[in-house]
């Protein structure tokens, strides 16, 4: 049985989605937010998630991002009310692999969902975890330049995923703390920067092009190889 993950915090429009695809014989567990969403991936299968933008606790984009370093070729479709270019191509940029602007007829979410089912499976999440030489294997936890292999901990390996999932974006360092740490951010601490600087020497170390700038006020901007290489 084909078991679909919906993570959708408006009981309304999560039962409607939930009753159709109940009826087309899909296995449907749904969740009403991020954190749940990736408790559940965690310890179940799943092989395709329904995915909406606007959650109580962090955004689709971010649970997106997270989701694929767990799975990097679980199918993702965002379920969304902003139909802005910007917030589609932000979700394809996260991983999504498809977009569907509500409201929508259940009709187009089932075709979508078939349509997704067929082609995604199996396909390697490439190009969210490359970045020119630089490729991260989220599977093996490996991180490569070329042919050199970086050594990276745990965490120095989350901080690089988050950074190239949020390629060019100014992210400051409650944002940074809160999704790659997980909690809040203590003013008091530099560990985002001594983190930042681990990371940069190493990527530096690898002959690494791309560089993670200082924005000034805010905190850290990741610029990616060929970007970096242009400047
Ligand atoms: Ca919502």
């Known amino acids: 049985m084909t078991r679909i993950l919906l993570v959708e915090d408006e009981p309304d429009v999560a039962s409607f989605i939930r009753q159709g695809l109940d009826e087309e014989g899909y296995a449907v567990t749904w969740v009403s937010a991020g954190r749940e969403a990736l408790e559940h991936l965690r310890e179940e299968a799943a092989d395709l998630v329904l995915l909406d933008v606007q959650l109580p606790d962090m955004t689709g984009l971010e649970v997106c ?3 694929r370093i767990l799975r990097p070729t679980l199918p993702v479709m965002m379920l969304t009310a902003l139909d802005a270019v ?7 940029r996260a991983g ?3 977009y569907l602007p509500k409201p929508f007829a259940f009709v187009e979410l089932l075709a979508r969902t078939e349509a997704l089912l067929r082609r995604a499976r199996n ?3 490439e190009g969210l975890f490359r970045d020119g030489a630089l490729t991260l294997d989220p599977v093996a936890h490996t991180c490569r330049c070329g042919a050199l292999s970086l050594s990276l901990t745990p965490r120095e390996f989350d901080l690089l995923a988050f950074f190239l999932g949020r390629r060019n974006e100014a992210l ?3 944002v940074i703390h809160r999704e790659v740490w997980g909690h809040d ?3 008091g601490t530099n560990l985002i920067d001594v983190y930042v600087n681990y990371l940069r020497h190493k990527l530096a170390e690898a002959g690494c ?3 993670i700038e ?3 006020g805010v905190g850290y901007r990741y610029v990616p190889a060929g970007e970096a290489a242009d400047a």
């Open 209 to 211: 092009a791309a560089r």
């Open 96 to 98: 999504a692999d498809d």
């Open 214 to 216: 200082t924005v000034r």
């Open 185 to 187: 951010f203590d003013r």
């Open 86 to 92: 910007e917030d589609k191509v932000r979700g394809l």
């Open 123 to 125: 396909t390697p999440y």
């Open 65 to 67: 991002r997270r989701l």
């Open 172 to 174: 400051s360092r409650e």
